[in-house]
């Protein structure tokens, strides 16, 4: 299906898709470089080491070939199968260069190629080149992630409570409706720290943005919010006695923001919302911070020996961080316990599809991904997380901003039979389902672009929206 609005090209000085082109993605690139340079000191084995220095080589050609805009080169069949469908795009894309292609495409593009070095040897197959960067990044969410597990086990016991306590059923829904949009509000928040934009926040930043105060504040940030309009069905389902309810989450960042997503997933459980929640990772390292399965693996194991995982040294700090209490470590242990048991009940189940580290748009899901797209319908909600998904959903493309949603997400709207909620900050030059005014509004502030033509306000993960769209024809 023809999307009728083009997508935001890295050849528009304007949009942040030519400023990720020229100064984001070099940065993310030579990382990698950074990363694989130090894996390879630690390794004795000669022909590891040397296949490490190939994946090198290879890293420095494609910064080498973006940064003096040379044509994107077909990717190197791996004998996945999503490697014909990016080359044929490729070339119906008449083989463009790095500064004028779409940024979705290219940006696809750019970590699936990343991805085909370690994938043609056989050392570094599985190497995860930013696996070192988002565990550290965990580390340092420390503050928040206590916070929120001693909030967690507070809130399940409650419910426990209430649940055995016959309170009077209206008041008991009011408080879980309030419960339910700020369970989601912490989730769409952990998403304003991801780790591809780190280049421009300091730790100290990220740490700000993850506490309680700074979510109250942040709520007045949330330009649409059509979270009650999600609590209803979850809610009506429930009162309707239906047995299976199951809830997707298409993750997007590792660490704290996953962390988060299995907050909502274990209240969901937890409060009845849900019967059953299906995780949906990349399967390959992904614009950088993205949740791949060794990822959950890694946050369950930091939460299994949380005392270990606090006590090795944050790579951005010199301080020797401080043992965890009694209380906080029983608090994170408790966390383990209740999300492993829903796990080992097959209620928390993790799906990985390689649809999601291809270069499609969701536009292009009911054709592309037919079973998936069938499991997404069985589903009471799908929650799409981040901006990248965002940008899918919408194709990214140049909407007007007062574009409805359920306009902009095509196939996926209306008669999809799809429930949508996409929890997103802004990162990115697509938005569409504000008010009318609004974008000129928040252009005019301070650092918002102003008459310059550019989207600067949403390109800092300041702003957020919380769109739904029921699916129903
Ligand atoms: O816009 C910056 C950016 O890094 C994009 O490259 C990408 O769409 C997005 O942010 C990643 O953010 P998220 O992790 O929220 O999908
Ligand atoms: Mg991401």
């Given at each position: 299906?023809?999307?009728?609005?083009?997508?935001?090209?890295?050849?528009?000085?304007?949009?942040?898709?030519?400023?990720?082109?020229?100064?984001?993605?070099?940065?993310?690139?030579?990382?990698?470089?950074?990363?694989?340079?130090?894996?390879?000191?630690?390794?004795?084995?000669?022909?590891?080491?040397?296949?490490?220095?190939?994946?090198?080589?290879?890293?420095?050609?494609?910064?080498?070939?973006?940064?003096?805009?040379?044509?994107?080169?077909p990717l190197v069949d791996d004998g996945k199968p999503d490697i014909p469908s990016y080359n044929k795009e490729l070339e119906l894309s008449g083989n463009p260069k790095w500064f004028n292609v779409p940024w979705l495409f290219a940006e696809c593009y750019l970590y699936r190629?990343?991805?085909?070095?370690?994938?043609?040897?056989?050392?570094?197959?599985?190497?995860?080149?930013?696996?070192?960067?988002?565990?550290?990044?965990?580390?340092?969410?420390?503050?928040?992630?206590?916070?929120?597990?001693?909030?967690?086990?507070?809130?399940?016991?409650?419910?426990?409570?209430?649940?055995?306590?016959?309170?009077?059923?209206?008041?008991?829904?009011?408080?879980?409706?309030?419960?339910?949009?700020?369970?989601?509000?912490?989730?769409?928040?952990?998403?304003?720290?991801?780790?591809?934009?780190?280049?421009?926040?300091?730790?100290?930043?990220?740490?700000?943005?993850?506490?309680?105060?700074?979510?109250?504040?942040?709520?007045?940030?949330?330009?649409?919010?059509?979270?009650?309009?999600?609590?209803?069905?979850?809610?009506?389902?429930?009162?309707?006695?239906?047995?299976?309810?199951?809830?997707?989450?298409?993750?997007?960042?590792?660490?704290?923001?996953?962390?988060?997503?299995?907050?909502?997933?274990?209240?969901?459980?937890?409060?009845?919302?849900?019967?059953?929640?299906?995780?949906?990772?990349?399967?390959?390292?992904?614009?950088?911070?993205?949740?791949?399965?060794?990822?959950?693996?890694?946050?369950?194991?930091?939460?299994?020996?949380?005392?270990?995982?606090?006590?090795?040294?944050?790579?951005?700090?010199?301080?020797?961080?401080?043992?965890?209490?009694r209380k906080e470590a029983s608090d994170l242990s408790f966390l383990f316990q209740h999300w492993a048991g829903f796990h080992a009940e097959g209620q928390l189940l993790l799906r990985p599809n390689l649809f999601w580290t291809s270069a499609h748009s969701y536009w292009q899901?009911?054709?592309?991904?037919?079973?998936?797209?069938?499991?997404?319908?069985?589903?009471?909600?799908?929650?799409?997380?981040?901006?990248?998904?965002?940008?899918?959903?919408?194709?990214?493309?140049?909407?007007?901003?007062?574009?409805?949603?359920?306009?902009?997400?095509?196939?996926?709207?209306?008669?999809?039979?799809?429930?949508?909620?996409?929890?997103?900050?802004?990162?990115?030059?697509?938005?569409?389902?504000?008010?009318?005014?609004?974008?000129?509004?928040?252009?005019?502030?301070?650092?918002?672009?102003?008459?310059?033509?550019?989207?600067?306000?949403?390109?800092?993960?300041?702003?957020?929206?919380?769109?739904?769209?029921?699916?129903?024809?």
């Amino acid at each position: 299906i023809e999307v009728p609005i083009a997508p935001y090209a890295t050849c528009d000085r304007k949009s942040f898709a030519f400023t990720s082109a020229r100064d984001r993605w070099p940065v993310i690139l030579t990382g990698a470089i950074d990363d694989v340079h130090r894996a390879i000191v630690a390794i004795d084995d000669e022909p590891k080491r040397k296949e490490g220095k190939t994946i090198l080589e290879g890293l420095a050609k494609l910064k080498y070939e973006l940064q003096h805009d040379r044509h994107l080169t077909p990717l190197v069949d791996d004998g996945k199968p999503d490697i014909p469908s990016y080359n044929k795009e490729l070339e119906l894309s008449g083989n463009p260069k790095w500064f004028n292609v779409p940024w979705l495409f290219a940006e696809c593009y750019l970590y699936r190629r990343v991805h085909t070095l370690f994938s043609l040897s056989d050392h570094w197959k599985t190497y995860d080149v930013f696996s070192r960067q988002k565990m550290s990044t965990f580390r340092s969410s420390r503050p928040a992630v206590l916070e929120l597990a001693a909030k967690y086990k507070e809130l399940v016991s409650q419910l426990e409570s209430d649940v055995k306590s016959a309170k009077d059923p209206e008041e008991l829904d009011a408080a879980e409706r309030i419960l339910f949009l700020e369970m989601c509000e912490i989730c769409l928040w952990g998403n304003a720290t991801d780790l591809s934009l780190l280049t421009s926040l300091t730790y100290e930043d990220i740490q700000k943005l993850q506490g309680a105060d700074a979510r109250k504040e942040a709520e007045k940030n949330i330009l649409v919010n059509d979270l009650p309009a999600a609590y209803k069905v979850l809610k009506a389902a429930q009162n309707a006695g239906k047995k299976d309810r199951p809830v997707d989450i298409i993750l997007d960042n590792a660490g704290f923001e996953l962390f988060v997503d299995l907050i909502l997933a274990g209240y969901l459980l937890a409060a009845g919302l849900a019967t059953r929640i299906t995780l949906h990772p990349k399967t390959i390292p992904w614009f950088v911070s993205d949740v791949i399965p060794d990822d959950f693996a890694a946050l369950l194991g930091a939460l299994a020996n949380p005392q270990g995982f606090y006590s090795t040294p944050d790579e951005h700090s010199d301080q020797v961080p401080e043992a965890l209490s009694r209380k906080e470590a029983s608090d994170l242990s408790f966390l383990f316990q209740h999300w492993a048991g829903f796990h080992a009940e097959g209620q928390l189940l993790l799906r990985p599809n390689l649809f999601w580290t291809s270069a499609h748009s969701y536009w292009q899901l009911p054709q592309a991904e037919p079973r998936l797209y069938e499991d997404l319908k069985a589903s009471e909600l799908v929650i799409f997380k981040g901006d990248l998904n965002y940008r899918k959903l919408t194709a990214d493309a140049m909407w007007e901003p007062t574009t409805p949603f359920t306009t902009a997400i095509g196939p996926m709207g209306p008669a999809s039979n799809v429930r949508t909620l996409a929890l997103r900050t802004c990162k990115a030059d697509t938005v569409v389902g504000l008010p009318g005014g609004a974008d000129e509004r928040l252009k005019g502030m301070e650092d918002g672009g102003g008459d310059s033509g550019a989207r600067k306000w949403a390109w800092s993960g300041k702003w957020a929206v919380a769109q739904f769209c029921d699916g129903k024809a």
